[in-house]
């Protein structure tokens, strides 16, 4: 064993080379500095369910194909399904960083993403489609797209951790989701935000997962894909924290760990 120093980002670092250590392990220690990959000190790993596991997005875009024929909304003047799911990505997403933050409730949530777009891609008001909302809430949740690499990933961490989901789903649709896709196993404790009461980023739901799992901040660990509610969110709290982007979407300089496929997990834990 040989004590090597490094100059890096202006700052010396000194590491230690162990036989056989990959240039894999070396890469992360250069550019997540934070990270302690060698003297893990977790125990215990908390992810997120939509957009870090369950793939959103994808399933989404499933269902609005479903319903955008079912609906018939060509008919009503929406010509393009492309353009229709593409809109109401974008403002769902904007009303899902607003739940989080407690700034807007469930039922405006629901309420507001497709009034809002079917009005944006100019429907008049009155021939918005009746019940289009519940029927998005029913079929959608059934859909089982996950990440690649999902179930391989989490039976990994689970030989190695104690596994948790917290999630700011709603819960009916948050446990269809998970018994759907059959990942219910892997997790000692899911925590869903609206049973709870509040959501992450608020430190509560923090601290009521780490008391349900017998947990300590120190040897726990967020793993999600929200900058606001699962990083910063945990980080603040004072909990580690890797950021899940799969669009590899620029890095905060706040942000000290970022990930942009589920497999990464296996070289980092």
């Not at 409730?105 to 891609?121: C, I, S, V």
């Not at 104690?162 to 709603?170: D, K």
Request: with cysteine; aromatic share 14%; charged share 25%.
């Amino acid at each position: 064993m040989s004590g090597v120093v490094f100059d890096f980002e202006f700052r010396m670092f000194n590491f230690e080379f162990i036989d056989g250590m990959s240039y894999f392990w070396l890469f992360y220690l250069f550019k997540h500095p934070k990270l302690n990959i060698r003297n893990s000190k977790y125990n215990h790993i908390f992810l997120d369910l939509d957009h870090t596991i369950w793939d959103f997005d994808k399933n989404a875009e499933e269902t609005l194909h479903e319903l955008y024929a079912i609906h018939n909304l060509k008919e009503s003047g929406l010509h393009s399904a492309d353009l229709f799911i593409e809109t109401y990505t974008r403002n769902n997403h904007k009303l899902w960083a607003q739940y989080h933050v407690g700034e807007i409730t469930k039922d405006y949530l629901r309420e507001a993403r497709f009034r809002t777009t079917f009005l944006e891609l100019g429907l008049h008001p009155d021939a918005i489609p009746e019940g289009f909302e519940d029927d998005y809430v029913k079929l959608c949740p059934t859909k089982t797209n996950l990440f690649p690499d999902a179930h391989e990933v989490l039976q990994y961490l689970q030989s190695k951790y104690t596994l948790h989901l917290i999630s700011n789903g709603f819960q009916e649709s948050t446990e269809i989701k998970i018994e759907g896709t059959n990942i219910g196993g892997y997790f000692q404790n899911v925590i869903i935000s609206e049973v709870v009461g509040v959501n992450k980023p608020d430190p509560a739901i923090f601290q009521h997962a780490l008391d349900l799992a017998g947990a300590t901040k120190q040897e726990s660990i967020m793993v999600g894909d929200s900058l606001e509610a699962d990083v910063r969110g945990a980080l603040n709290f004072g909990m580690d924290a890797i950021y899940f982007n799969p669009h590899n979407a620029p890095k905060p300089d706040d942000v000290p760990v970022q990930i942009n496929s589920l497999r990464e997990l296996v070289g980092l834990l």
